[in-house]
């Protein structure tokens, strides 16, 4: 196992030149994955959800009034979403948008549609239950971010699961080289998945999307490279805007995110509740395959994908990640960037974005399929022309947006992958940044971006499903780290949050949890307590 994980780290450039090894590497990625996702990763990661939900007293739930009224009710504080001044954090509205820039993605529309489409409607509730518990797991993930993070050589807010496993797993007693290992693998899965699930998947399907939607005949029909003069222009477009936004570092990407995040978000509910609406009458019979294949495997469903129980468990916890990436530990990196002063503030943050992400931005797009004809609920077939990804959802789209012959469901979802997809690269540089400095020092980072950057126009050169196969992998492989430091570290979460709920709810005197730091602690503590007593005049 440890001969095929070196094999399958080293195959990524490989990959990424497009050489023969193609098959090889597949086989040993279906290995690796089948591994980590199915026969280890499901069970840590439904369990470290289930875990922080009862250390909590399910906060998602007992305290929901508290999280909506900090997150989404705060959206009109100046303190949440105007521009810091300080030059080492951005704003908590900002640390969002950039996390949820790289989380909704292609996840959202094309995994969605796939999961539907191997593990039948079914998968759908099993992506919600993930995203329930992920909700706790993803808080956790934030709280340690934050009570863990310290300046780097920039004199900027620098934290993520490989410091809270250096610096929290590795303050317990004989676990110190382990914290350090642990912290040293996590970053390089991260590095190694920035440029997979961060770059060329992402990449891949814009330009397939947009080919599809917006067809260039006299660009189409011209081969460069064993694919057409088209896809090299908007792999050549797609670099050259996000060179200039990516080089200009966390404060460019934040301020891009903040614009765009809302915006596309908006549009997209907009649009699939427009469907949805229309095919109102066939609601009812989508939440029923919803629920009922989530538990039984349906037989018509059997003879046209080969469906059982354990196919819709498994997509839905696969793609439920993928989507919100809830316990990989990779949103944490720019949460922890944030000028939040209050762990379990960063922390509510973490569970409203699992909430936006998979429970209204995935469920839509679950909805729009389900309900607009293009897949038979009795049969699962699939209508004619449309595949088992994105162009699914096109088709969906297409039976409300179609006018005068012109199918302007397939260009509304074109755009809106372009934006999905486009703001997940922005989002991950920044995390394979982080990742990388934590390895190699911050002056390093400004060749990773470079690379990164230029990676961009690899993926849109790619035409296989590799990349999207290599991303759940290295999703995995970041995974296992991550959650053996949040189970590790679930005793400090639970105090943290006890230690809130009895300063800010039961009105108790007690001194504020903010860092592991004595000279952080003390320097966040005093800041809180002015910033309170601003408030109060």
């Not at 468990?313 to 990779?330: D, H, M, P, Y």
């Amino acid at each position: 196992m440890k001969k095929a994980k070196l094999l399958a780290l080293a195959a990524l450039p490989l990959l990424l030149c497009g050489c023969e090894a193609e098959k090889t590497i597949t086989e040993i990625n279906s290995v690796i994955n089948d591994f980590v996702w199915v026969k280890s990763g499901l069970f840590i990661l439904l369990g470290t959800g289930i875990l922080m939900t009862v250390l909590t007293k399910v906060f998602q739930i007992s305290h929901i009034g508290l999280w909506f009224k900090h997150t989404l009710g705060s959206l009109f504080q100046r303190n949440v979403i105007g521009h810091t001044k300080d030059k080492s954090s951005i704003s908590q509205f900002q640390a969002l948008c950039t996390a949820l820039a790289a989380t909704i993605g292609v996840g959202n529309i094309a995994g969605v549609a796939a999961a539907i489409v191997v593990g039948g409607p079914g998968a759908v509730f099993w992506m919600w239950l993930a995203a329930f518990f992920g909700m706790m797991t993803n808080y956790s993930e934030n709280v340690l971010g934050i009570f863990y993070r310290r300046k780097n050589a920039k004199g900027e807010w620098a934290g993520g699961a490989m410091y809270y496993l250096q610096d929290g797993l590795g303050a317990k007693k004989h676990c110190k080289k382990l914290g350090r290992i642990l912290a040293i693998l996590f970053s390089c899965f991260t590095v190694l998945a920035a440029f997979g699930i961060g770059n060329v998947g992402q990449v891949n399907k814009i330009v397939a999307n947009i080919e599809s939607a917006f067809p260039i005949e006299s660009l189409s029909s011209v081969p460069v490279g064993g694919v057409s003069l088209y896809a090299i222009l908007i792999g050549v477009a797609l670099m050259i805007l996000g060179a200039l936004i990516i080089l200009g570092g966390l404060k460019r990407i934040a301020s891009f995110a903040e614009k765009i995040v809302p915006l596309m978000v908006c549009l997209f509910v907009l649009g699939s509740l427009i469907v949805i609406g229309v095919n109102y009458n066939q609601i009812g019979a989508a939440f029923s395959a919803i629920f009922t294949d989530a538990f039984t495997a349906n037989s018509a469903w059997g003879g046209a994908v080969g469906f059982t129980v354990m196919q819709a468990v498994t997509q839905g916890f696969k793609r439920g990640v993928f989507s919100n990436e809830a316990g990989l530990g990779s949103s944490v990196m720019v949460h922890s960037n944030s000028n939040v002063k209050e762990p379990v503030q960063q922390g509510m943050w973490g569970i409203f974005e699992v909430f936006a992400d998979t429970m209204i931005v995935c469920t839509m797009t679950a909805l729009v399929v389900l309900t607009s004809g293009v897949i038979d609920l009795e049969t699962g077939a699939i209508a004619a022309g449309s595949g088992g990804d994105a162009t699914l959802v096109a088709k969906a789209f297409g039976t409300v947006f179609t006018f005068g012959g012109i199918d302007f469901g397939s260009m509304f979802i074109a755009i809106a992958l372009l934006l999905f997809a486009f703001t997940t690269v922005l989002g991950w540089s920044h995390y394979g940044s982080t990742a990388f400095a934590y390895l190699f020092g911050e002056k390093a980072t400004v060749g990773f971006k470079t690379v990164f950057v230029i990676v961009i126009m690899a993926g849109s050169m790619m035409t296989s499903s590799l990349a999207w196969d290599i991303s759940d992998t290295f999703n995995g492989l970041m995974m296992i780290p991550n959650l053996i430091g949040v189970i590790t570290l679930s005793g400090i979460v639970m105090k943290i949050t006890k230690n809130y709920v009895d300063r800010n709810l039961r009105g108790l005197s007690v001194e504020p949890m903010l860092s592991y730091d004595p000279k952080t602690q003390k320097e966040q503590a005093e800041a809180l307590k002015n910033g309170q007593n601003e408030s109060a005049k």
